[in-house]
């Protein structure tokens, strides 16, 4: 027990580690080669990762009566902080991309850092918080080859595409709430990063022919601000009180709403275009018909518009308040067809569209006397379309989740401090029905919450 909590301790400290060192994905995905690489399907924290990712209408009250995460996706919710939280996760991927023709398949495991965010409230008596952290958009890693028989030399082409980046946000927001309504933005800054290499190469039959490589690389850096509001509220439906325990029920339905306003990131761009030998340990060029650096350009992102509802359950006794079950739905949509363009370039995408539905039960956090009475269990799914529109036909997205939010015993029985240990388990798949591919993953993703009581004024010296 001693040392299981010395690791819970530890837990915040490693995960600061991992977002500070400079950690590479093994993800080798070639769907990451168009737009700006493969959105991070479930961009929230654990909790609501669990519940298919349902985020618009997830009220603070809905994490549970001892500690708190927080909705970072929707801003409003921030009024609702009510003690200091430091939130952090980490994502264990499992991918297996299954290729027809030729038959084949690919493994890749790797472990990313999710999301890492601090949240304050700046008066609980207004209802004001705010929060700042950081956490990854998109990822771009791969290394695809290529091999074509060319009838004009008679012979075959070798061609090895090779890609890495993607976009992080730092962001920082406030939010204010009222009995029935909230509102609040997050703004900040999208650092994002596209390096692709071509390297091509004759696969003569003659041994004794030899033509040297050419190698095209581009590597693009891009940056700007985001700005992104939100709504939430709540609609009481019907209450009802038990004369003898005092115990009060109460129906409710919440709503949200979020919207991110397109963005033109300024970018930097360097171009080479040279012939040599290129291996994966080696560069060797040998002349270089092309080199530009510090091009600048534009890299236009799309709007994206979420809304949702939630029915909960809330129950009230002489011990406090928790939502018993929460059931919700929400729907989220990004232009990227005619949003999205690339230094003036379109690319294979389209306009996507996202469902999510989740269902949390908390059978009795007061329940002292049975751990598992207070624990938190989530399901969710979420199903739609990829903004990557491959041969024009699309990618299919379709998942399960499941999860659990685990309250952490408290070391004193006296102080404020609580601890959550979220787990969120995702089971998909991406595909299309002209693609040669199709992508099957797994996520395992493990969110540490440590929320306290912080800024009271003594009233005793």
């Given at each position: ?25 093994q ?23 669990a ?5 618009a ?48 398949k ?16 700046i ?16 990822q ?56 692709i ?16 490589q ?8 891009f ?24 115990d ?15 963005q ?9 275009r ?39 359950k ?14 919700g ?19 294979q ?33 979420f ?9 024009n ?27 959550l ?7 998909g ?20 919450s ?12």
């Amino acid at each position: 027990m001693r040392l299981v909590k010395k690791i819970l301790r530890l837990t915040p400290f490693i995960g600061l580690f991992c977002f500070i060192a400079p950690l590479k994905a093994q993800i080798n995905s070639p769907f990451s080669r168009f737009g700006v690489g493969n959105e991070i399907y479930q961009s929230q924290n654990a909790a609501n990762q669990a519940m298919g990712g349902l985020t618009a209408a997830f009220t603070p009250n809905m994490y549970g009566t001892f500690g708190q995460s927080i909705n970072f996706n929707n801003p409003a919710s921030y009024g609702g902080i009510y003690m200091t939280t430091f939130d952090i996760g980490m994502n264990l991927t499992n991918n297996i991309l299954k290729r027809t023709t030729p038959a084949g398949k690919e493994k890749s495991t790797y472990l990313v850092p999710n999301y890492i965010v601090i949240g304050v409230p700046i008066s609980k008596a207004k209802k004001i918080g705010f929060a700042f952290g950081l956490r990854p958009l998109t990822q771009i890693n791969y290394s695809v080859n290529d091999i074509k028989y060319d009838t004009k030399i008679d012979d075959s082409i070798y061609t090895n595409y090779k890609g890495e980046g993607g976009i992080n946000q730092v962001f920082l927001g406030v939010g204010k709430s009222w009995k029935y309504l909230s509102i609040g933005m997050n703004t900040g800054y999208n650092l994002g990063r596209k390096k692709i290499d071509v390297v091509k190469a004759v696969l003569f039959d003659n041994d004794s022919t030899y033509f040297y490589q050419s190698l095209s690389s581009t590597n693009t850096s891009f940056g700007g601000v985001f700005l992104n509001l939100g709504l939430q509220g709540e609609v009481p439906l019907s209450s009802s009180s038990n004369s003898v325990t005092k115990d009060k029920t109460e129906y409710t339905l919440s709503y949200g709403a979020t919207y991110t306003l397109d963005q033109r990131l300024k970018g930097k761009q360097d171009s080479l275009r040279s012939i040599g030998t290129f291996t994966a340990s080696q560069e060797t060029p040998v002349d270089t018909a092309l080199f530009q650096k510090n091009v600048r350009g534009v890299v236009e992102l799309p709007s994206n518009i979420t809304a949702g509802i939630a029915l909960h359950k809330k129950i009230t006794t002489v011990r406090g308040s928790y939502d018993q079950w929460v059931i919700g739905v929400e729907m989220n949509q990004s232009n990227w067809k005619d949003g999205y363009r690339f230094y003036g370039k379109a690319d294979q995408v389209r306009n996507a569209r996202m469902f999510r539905a989740g269902v949390q039960f908390s059978p009795n956090p007061f329940a002292f006397e049975s751990y598992w009475s207070t624990v938190t269990y989530r399901f969710g799914l979420f199903s739609g379309n990829d903004y990557i529109n491959i041969n024009n036909s699309g990618l299919q997205v379709n998942g399960l989740t499941m999860g659990l939010g685990l309250p952490i015993r408290k070391y004193r029985s006296y102080d404020y401090q609580f601890t959550l240990l979220n787990l969120a388990l995702q089971v998909g798949r991406r595909s299309g029905a002209a693609s040669n591919f199709k992508e099957n993953f797994v996520q395992f993703t493990v969110g540490y919450s440590l929320s306290d009581v912080w800024f009271n004024k003594r009233k005793y010296d």
